[in-house]
């Protein structure tokens, strides 16, 4: 730790978090015997699987996560937010999070607070001793402070987050290595705050994680290969010369696994540089599985007689009928055109309950290429949000079975509800990951929410329980 933190003999509390962002925790506890710092962790206190949050999505579980609130709380929802009583619609930044994040909580308890990367903190805050913003943050330059903490950080060729692009491309070269060198910037910068800064919260996420599963994760789970429905359907929806380019690179399993043991390795480095009173948390937003398909949800509304457009020539929500009953926003979001909501909504106020209750009946009876219902459950608005920004909560969410990758957009895709993308990994709601090396940690029917009350407790600062969607799992 710095030098001021022994001038100053203060022992109170001090909390490290590693963020690895969309790793499962069935694909770490499998590995126990490679990951070897990680089941390290697991031995000297508790490790398991933890659930996310309605929706497991990036923009909106770190906000959940840094809160220990739920959207309708934080104010947001995913990756594209509706802006209240308009069609207009925005990509919610850390200014838009609505609820107290724990890193405020530490500085309001008069401790200081290092934080970096975590998803949906742009701009960085000015009351912690150094941030520099993650995931959505436009550019290095204007993402991090003060600005000697930015010049550092570009002496090292820091990044924001890996060039998802890369990925695209058939030959996985290319983007394994900038994943790579994103991996080793990070823990050269972690490593040196984490020693260097004097902090009682350390609260870092690695996010390059979370690109490698989406581009990589079929090729650890399956060899790279499909189910004969999915095989069949790539073939269609494919040209022959990108099927084939697709089906000649890869496997990728030892070059993902590989990414994991170095990552592992940085985690037990990072550990071994705490001092003894640091209790070390690392955990991930939401789990991962294998993709089988696309669903791209208003394809299949307006297929479905629910959603339609002004004119042929449409790019955003604004551009939809004046008739339109329903649309949908990443990832499995769906809203009613509802009259009094929605500028010109189509559906009466007094027509809402049946109406929701005949798009829930929709959805479950949606069925995949193979035969599958592409819905495991469809939660209604007031089951998964409350607090005073569900004003632009979903009326449902679509929780889907594996393999079923829920996309939006209002440009069409001609005109197939179920196409092929460039990932092969998708988010799952299930098998987040926590571990936590102190043994009074008990992991048990967990979920994200749980998380921020934890280190507070742990921290010995004092909340009101009532304040949260979860609870600490310390013992008491």
Excluded at 231 to 255: C, I, S
Excluded at 320 to 335: K, L, N, Q, V
Excluded at 415 to 437: I, K, Q, T
Aim: charged share 30%; proline share 6%; with cysteine.
């Amino acid at each position: 730790m710095g030098l001021f933190d022994r001038l100053r003999g203060d022992d109170a509390p001090r909390v490290a978090f590693l963020g690895i962002d969309g790793v499962p925790y069935s694909f770490l506890s499998e590995h126990f015997d490679e990951f070897e710092n990680l089941a390290a962790i697991a031995e000297a206190g508790a490790a398991g699987e933890i659930d996310s949050i309605v929706p497991p999505e990036s923009s909106a579980c770190w906000p959940s996560l840094t809160t220990g609130k739920n959207p309708g709380e934080t104010g947001v929802y995913g990756f594209q937010d509706r802006e209240t009583g308009t069609y207009d619609t925005n990509v919610p930044m850390g200014g838009d999070v609505q609820a107290e994040r724990i890193w405020d909580r530490v500085v309001e308890d008069g401790r200081d607070a290092t934080v970096m990367n975590v998803p949906v903190t742009f701009p960085p805050q000015r009351n912690v001793q150094r941030m520099v913003s993650g995931f959505l943050s436009p550019a290095l330059d204007r993402a991090a402070r003060p600005d000697e903490f930015r010049a550092d950080l570009e002496s090292i060729d820091y990044r924001l987050d890996v060039d998802p692009s890369l990925g695209h491309d058939p030959d996985k070269t290319a983007f394994i290595e900038d994943a790579h060198e994103t991996l080793d910037a990070r823990f050269e910068a972690f490593r040196k705050y984490v020693q260097e800064d004097d902090w009682d919260l350390f609260f870092g996420v690695f996010m390059s994680t979370d690109r490698v599963n989406h581009f990589l994760f079929r090729d650890y789970e399956h060899g790279g290969e499909y189910p004969e429905a999915f095989d069949e359907l790539r073939r269609e929806r494919l040209d022959a010369e990108e099927y084939e380019a697709r089906e000649a690179n890869g496997p990728y399993r030892e070059e993902f696994l590989d990414f994991y043991r170095k990552l592992d390795d940085y985690i037990g480095q990072l550990r071994d540089a705490m001092p003894d009173d640091v209790t070390l948390v690392v955990a991930s937003d939401h789990g991962f599985t294998s993709e089988d398909c696309e669903v791209h949800c208003n394809r299949w509304l307006q297929d479905e007689g629910w959603l339609s457009f002004a004119d042929e020539d449409h790019d955003s929500l604004g551009d939809i009928a004046d008739d339109a009953r329903a649309y949908s926003f990443i990832p499995g979001r769906f809203y009613l055109n509802l009259e009094g909501r929605e500028p010109n909504g189509a559906v009466p106020q007094e027509d809402y309950e049946d109406v929701r209750a005949e798009l829930k009946a929709d959805l479950e009876a949606l069925e995949g290429p193979d035969g599958r219902p592409v819905a495991d459950r469809v939660v209604v608005k007031e089951d998964a949000f409350r607090g005073a920004h569900d004003d632009i909560a979903p009326d449902l969410t679509v929780i889907p079975n594996e393999g079923y990758d829920l996309k939006a957009g209002f440009k069409g895709n001609a005109g197939h509800v179920f196409d092929v993308g460039p990932r092969n990994g998708m988010h799952s709601f299930d098998d987040a990951c926590l571990f936590v090396d102190d043994p009074d940690a008990v992991i048990e029917d967990v979920d994200l929410f749980d998380i921020t009350p934890t280190i507070l407790d742990v921290m010995e600062i004092d909340y009101d329980r009532a304040e949260f969607d979860g609870a600490s799992i310390m013992r008491a």
